[in-house]
T-cell receptor, first 113, second 114 residues
Framework: GESVGLHLPTLSVQEGDNSIINCAYS??????FIWYKQESGKGPQFIID?????DKRQGQRVTVLLNKTVKHLSLQIAATQPGDSAVYFC????????????FGKGTMLLVSP | DTEVTQTPKHLVMGMTNKKSLKCEQH?????MYWYKQKAKKPPELMFV???????INESVPSRFSPECPNSSLLNLHLHALQPEDSALYLC?????????????FGPGTRLTVL
């Protein structure tokens, strides 16, 4: 289930389950969104992106959904594996000229074998 | 080469020390970034360099001084830091043209200020 910890929301799932991580973004003018995965002691790693003229994009085991009406982004991970355990950040780009990112708060995904 | 490298991996410094963080990429990217990340928080943008010129400074204190010697290198010079500056410092790069693009992040430098 999902719980909100002192600083970071946490989603705990069993191996093989599908995971859904949600994100509310702030600026209706944002035109590009990225999901990053950050493992302990490492920098953020690109997972998947979506432009504002799309509402769904699929990758390998991952799908991103964009609902511009309510400024909501979600990341779906199919058949979650222990190696998926990490913190997941959504990020929106507000300034197309410099690709400056504004990150969401992040969600920690914990996958149990 | 699709990597952003950062050195050192760990740095411990006193409040009177002067040190530098280094970042390097060989992807031909023309935009480079410095972020600060505290534990269990998202990265916060500090500086943006575009075509080797400082284009964004997010009101960062002057004890942090960025430098871009060439299109592949980005430094962050540190002087008279405070213990609250202890954090993970991340460097990133992006193509810098052709519209918004993903940023590629380095592994970060874990900084501890005593």
């Amino acid at each position: 289930g999902e719980s909100v910890g002192l600083h970071l929301p946490t989603l705990s799932v069993q191996e093989g389950d599908n995971s859904i991580i949600n994100c509310a973004y702030s600026n209706s003018a944002s035109d590009y969104f990225i999901w990053y995965k950050q493992e302990s002691g490492k920098g953020p790693q690109f997972i998947i992106d979506i432009r504002s003229n799309m509402d769904k994009r699929q990758g390998q085991r991952v799908t991103v959904l964009l609902n511009k009406t309510v400024k909501h982004l979600s990341l779906q991970i199919a058949a979650t594996q222990p190696g998926d355990s990490a913190v997941y950040f959504c990020a929106e780009i507000l300034n197309s000229g410099y690709s400056t990112l504004t990150f969401g708060k992040g969600t920690m995904l914990l996958v149990s074998p | 080469d699709t990597e952003v490298t950062q050195t050192p991996k760990h740095l411990v410094m006193g409040m009177t020390n002067k040190k530098s963080l280094k970042c390097e990429q060989h992807m031909g990217h023309r935009a480079m970034y410095w972020y600060k990340q505290k534990a269990k928080k998202p990265p916060e943008l500090m500086f943006v360099y575009s075509y080797e010129k400082l284009s964004i400074n997010e009101s960062v204190p002057s004890r942090f001084s960025p430098e871009c010697p060439n299109s592949s290198l980005l430094n962050l010079h540190l002087h008279a830091l405070q213990p609250e500056d202890s954090a993970l410092y991340l460097c990133a790069s992006s193509p810098g043209s052709g519209g918004p693009n993903e940023q590629f992040f380095g592994p970060g430098t874990r900084l501890t200020v005593l």
